[in-house]
């Protein structure tokens, strides 16, 4: 009974056993004495009834809600009643709500006195056995109405049973009332029941290992993953298609139960079986066999077999399962974020370096979970009106962590946060795991990209985590181990070391490529509508936008460009060549290459002995910056574009460690900086946007007195004269940062 109480969202405890889903159609209505009564007739050790107005029949929540129980074979009857009479329903009602649904129901002894109707002899049971009604000369107390999709599965089984001599799979098939019906998927299906790929099985190799066919029959009831799987007597594992494949041709494997991943395009299970032609096959025991084409882009359930995710079974000759061939499994080594350890095997902690007994507790369940999760020990950040906040360096490491871990699925938090929850749901498609107090009770609340509400549970428990990773977006495919090295270092001087060791391998059209199809999956990604409106999710205060995928796609494709440039053999690279700020800079007449970019990104000291005199670090980086400006105002020779200049702009100080060395509260320079050169985009980029200057420029920190004087002598030595006819406007951008003191001081 814990398993229904689990999930509180709409569902109440009435009575030992028997519980009730509320809509706002029912939740005033006082059930009816007969439909309490019936439900404790259908309470059994291990079974749950469930009460349930027909006025939910159109819930899809419910409705996953019951094919999911049934999926994970917890046993729950649904016991219906009438919204408008409170009583139990007829049986044409019910027949009518059990199409929506898909589930057993309970009805009472009255919807059949006369008998039980023509058609429904095999759907509607009664409670007491046969012998029993006949013993005492009354009628039925209760009935179970089995889904009719139950029943023909059944009646299948049954075939094979009462065949005078062995059934083929064909036939199985063919003579079968519900010829062409899925094992999952589509209304009117009973969630989760396998029982024709049991039947298959029988029809293919005899009793199932762990489960005789009389047995099977015995039960009535749908066969899930779980229990055919212990069947079979073997766990089922991922398998790279090509290690599938060698099993099928060494002649150790005849056939293959095949598993689809939650939210797989093709969802459910089915067999791939070699006949004694030796082709391989696909068996469902609803639909006739098909070849298989080992093609994932032509043939479905190939693709099932593709996706890393899926699990598989593997059946000798003699029709006993068996442990394949596996390569050697990599360990898992997940990017660890500067501020997150790993602990235990599956697990990445997020925050404070301290131990609890909140942690304690909570690493207790996870080291017995299979999954990969992120822990977060959660600090709160300032106070928001949009809701409770992270700690900026916990939400920037939870960010990260996720973006380069594509496998994490399932964040447990310590404490309920509304940012939190943003970053892991709705930005990165995972599901939140989060602990939430209801009077003096705690439970534990689920979130994932799958969630249409906040499912909640008692205690934080494998299920839960199980739970959590179901409602979980697929992983989204990451970049290769070259890029993902690359754009993963935690400092841009680590990056310039990368590309000047790696530089053969990333300086290619694949990779500039590569990195592009990354932006603008980032960009789709932010352009996305939130679960919770009409808005896109980079609207929220808590979307984190992502500031550095541009700038490695620039400092590749700049590279690429200028070691292409015979004229540059010889040359020193471009680089500030005046020590004052109010110096003029001299136009330049060659290709820049990413040592440019590169020496903005890492303020890279200056040349003392050839400017004169020692340049601090901060000067020097404007310096650069300068540097860069002059090389944008001369594209014809650069080749450095305004918009690749504002990519590598918008990513100063923004690697991770150089994120996480920020002082609390230090002003964002680097991004007042950034909003300036977006703004002169803004201004001169023919796009519509010049009114948008102000907007950009207000939400960004001020500028200090030495960054005030930059910007005065370079927008009027450099930028004024590259685009003059946007000189006015130019003009009150330049009065306009002048005149902001209000953070940074003087």
């Keep these: 009974m814990g398993v229904l109480a689990d999930c509180l969202e709409a569902i109440s405890t009435e009575g030992p056993g028997v519980f009730r889903y509320k809509d706002a159609a029912s939740d005033s209505v006082v059930v009816d004495d007969r439909v309490y009564d019936l439900a404790r007739k259908m309470v059994a050790p291990g079974t749950t009834a469930l009460l349930v107005p027909d006025s939910a029949s159109n819930s899809t929540n419910l409705r996953a809600y019951l094919h999911g129980l049934v999926a994970t074979d917890v046993r729950v009857v649904v016991v219906p009643f009438s919204s408008r009479t409170s009583g139990p329903l007829d049986l044409d009602s019910a027949l009518r709500l059990q199409d929506t649904l898909g589930v057993e129901l309970a009805l009472p002894g009255d919807v059949a006195q006369e008998g039980v109707p023509p058609g429904l002899q095999d759907r509607l049971t009664s409670l007491e056995s046969t012998a029993e009604l006949a013993r005492t000369g009354e009628h039925a107390s209760a009935y179970r109405l089995l889904p009719e999709t139950l029943a023909a599965n059944l009646r299948q089984l049954a075939e094979l049973t009462t065949a005078r001599q062995p059934v083929s799979v064909g036939e199985l098939v063919s003579n079968s009332a519900a010829g062409g019906r899925r094992t999952t998927g589509g209304a009117g299906f009973v969630a989760g029941d396998l029982l024709p790929l049991a039947a298959v099985y029988y029809a293919t190799f005899g009793d199932l290992p762990g489960l005789s066919l009389a047995e099977l029959r015995a039960l009535a009831r749908p066969l899930s993953r779980r229990r055919l799987n212990h069947a079979l007597g073997q766990t089922p594992v991922p398998m790279p298609l090509a290690n599938v494949l060698q099993e099928f041709n060494s002649g150790r494997a005849v056939a293959a139960l095949v598993h689809a991943p939650a939210g797989s395009p093709t969802p459910g299970s089915f067999w791939m079986v070699k006949g004694d032609d030796g082709q391989l096959r696909w068996e469902t025991g609803t639909e006739p066999a098909v070849p298989v084409v080992l093609d994932g882009a032509v043939d479905r359930r190939t693709a099932v077999l593709e996706d890393p995710r899926s699990e598989i079974v593997v059946v000798g000759s003699d029709g006993v399962p068996y442990p394949p061939e596996l390569p050697a499994e990599p360990t898992w080594a997940p990017w660890v974020s500067t501020n997150a350890r790993r602990i235990g095997k599956n697990t990445i902690l997020l925050g404070p370096d301290s131990s609890s007994t909140a942690i304690d507790e909570i690493v207790t369940v996870l080291n017995h979970h299979d999954g990969l999760i992120a822990l977060v020990d959660v600090r709160r950040g300032a106070p928001s009106r949009h809701g409770t906040t992270l700690d900026a360096l916990i939400a920037e490491s939870l960010h990260r962590t996720l973006a380069k871990n594509p496998a994490i699925s399932v964040v447990v938090a310590t404490e309920r946060n509304d940012e939190l929850e943003f970053i892991v749901a709705e930005q990165h498609g995972r599901s939140s795991v989060q602990p939430t107090m209801v009077g003096f009770e705690k439970f534990w609340d689920v979130q994932g990209a799958g969630s249409a509400h906040r499912e909640r549970y008692r205690s934080l428990t494998d299920g839960a985590l199980a739970r959590a990773e179901a409602l979980a977006a697929p992983p989204k495919s990451g970049p290769s181990d070259l890029v993902a090295e690359f754009i993963n270092q935690p400092t841009w001087k680590d990056v310039e070391s990368y590309l000047q060791e790696h530089a053969d391998d990333l300086l290619t059209g694949d990779v500039v490529q590569e990195l592009a199809d990354l932006e603008s999956a980032s960009v789709a990604n932010g352009e996305r509508i939130s679960r919770y409106d009409d808005t896109q999710i980079r609207d929220s205060p808590f979307f984190r936008e992502d500031r550095v995928l541009a700038a490695f796609r620039v400092l590749i494709k700049q590279e690429m460009l200028a070691r292409k ?42 040349d003392e002995a050839r400017l004169g005199e020692k340049v601090g670090d901060y000067e020097g980086g404007l310096l650069w910056l300068r540097e860069l400006l002059q090389a944008m105002s001369n594209a014809e020779a650069t080749k450095v574009s305004l918009a690749d200049l504002v990519a590598v702009v918008r990513a100063k100080g923004e690697l991770e460690e150089e994120r996480a060395a920020r002082r609390p509260g230090q002003a964002e320079i680097f991004r007042a900086h950034a909003a300036i050169v977006e703004a002169i985009l803004d201004i001169v980029g023919g796009k519509g946007d010049a ?53 940074a001081g003087l």
């Design 691 to 743: 009114g948008r200057w102000l907007e950009r420029l207000n939400a960004t920190d001020c500028l200090t007195g030495a960054d005030r004087v930059f910007w005065h002598f370079v927008l009027r030595d450099i930028i004024m004269p590259a685009f003059p006819e946007h000189k006015a406007e130019l003009e009150r951008m330049q009065n306009r940062i002048n005149a902001c003191y209000d953070k």
């Design 565 to 606: 440039d015979p004229e540059l053999v010889g040359k020193r690279p471009l680089e500030p060549q005046r020590r004052w700020l109010t110096d003029p800079v001299e136009p330049h007449t060659q290709t820049a290459d990413s040592s440019l970019f590169l020496g903005y990104l890492t303020s890279r000291p200056l």
